[in-house]
């Protein structure tokens, strides 16, 4: 089974992987966590480079969401398709719906790109993905306590909106796939809901 977890920043993503990690561990299964952008060697120094402030020149929207593919490719093949063909659960904090609500919904690119992209680069879609939805202002005050702004989170809170809004936009056409989790609950009612939805 390959889960994956979106939502804008500070929404509660990486806490309520790590409990759903806990959780099926308990239970004796093999889980793998990974995350996007990043997830191997490679894919982790490419993320480096798209969450960096310090560049010399701005990063054109086109490069930001090539090197997303890049380092998706990367992942894709040396991560999460070889865990899923041994069996194991893959828990991925962000997947394509990343690139639809962030690259397409909040920085204007066209959804044809994408769907290039989609086509001829993600060749396995996740089972299950878990949409994290709570007012952007929430998440930006959870997130934000922790310090140093990336590039994203550097963005104003109109950005974001557009971007919760390319979330809601999947989640209305394709809502088989992806389920709402009210992500203004305790952690715990969180991942209470998360669990429920599985079973
Ligand atoms: N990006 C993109 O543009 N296109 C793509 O295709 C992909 C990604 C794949 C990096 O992602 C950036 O990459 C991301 C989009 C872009 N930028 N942004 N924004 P990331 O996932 O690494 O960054 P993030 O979304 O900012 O992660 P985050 O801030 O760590 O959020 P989170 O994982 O959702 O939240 P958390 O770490 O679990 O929780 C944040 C704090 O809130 C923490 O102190 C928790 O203890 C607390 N928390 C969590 N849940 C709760 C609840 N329920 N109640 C109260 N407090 C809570």
Not at 6 to 31: A, P, S, Y
Request: aromatic share 8%; proline share 3%.
């Amino acid at each position: 089974m390959f889960i994956s977890f979106e939502g804008t920043e500070g929404v509660g993503k990486t806490t309520l992987i790590r409990k759903l990690f806990d959780h099926f561990q308990q239970q004796g299964k093999d889980v793998v966590l990974s995350r996007e952008p990043g997830g191997t060697p490679l894919a982790e120094q490419i993320r480096s480079l798209l969450l960096s402030v310090n560049h010399d020149e701005q990063m054109s929207n086109d490069t930001e969401l090539l090197l997303m593919y890049a380092a998706r490719a990367q992942h894709l093949q040396n991560v999460i398709l070889p865990a899923l063909a041994e069996g194991k659960i893959v828990l991925c904090d962000r997947f394509v719906d990343s690139s639809f609500a962030y690259q397409c919904a909040g920085r204007g690119l066209s959804r044809d790109k994408l769907q290039l992209l989609n086509e001829n680069f993600v060749v396995r879609m996740p089972d299950i993905t878990f949409w994290l939805d709570a007012p952007i202002e929430l998440g930006m005050t959870r997130a934000r306590e922790r310090g140093a702004l990336d590039r994203f989170e550097q963005e104003k809170l109109v950005f974001f909106e557009s971007v919760r809004s390319g979330f809601a936009e999947i989640h209305m056409r394709d809502s088989q796939r992806m389920k709402r989790l009210d992500a203004t609950q305790t952690p715990e009612q969180v991942f209470a809901d998360a669990i429920d939805y599985l079973k």
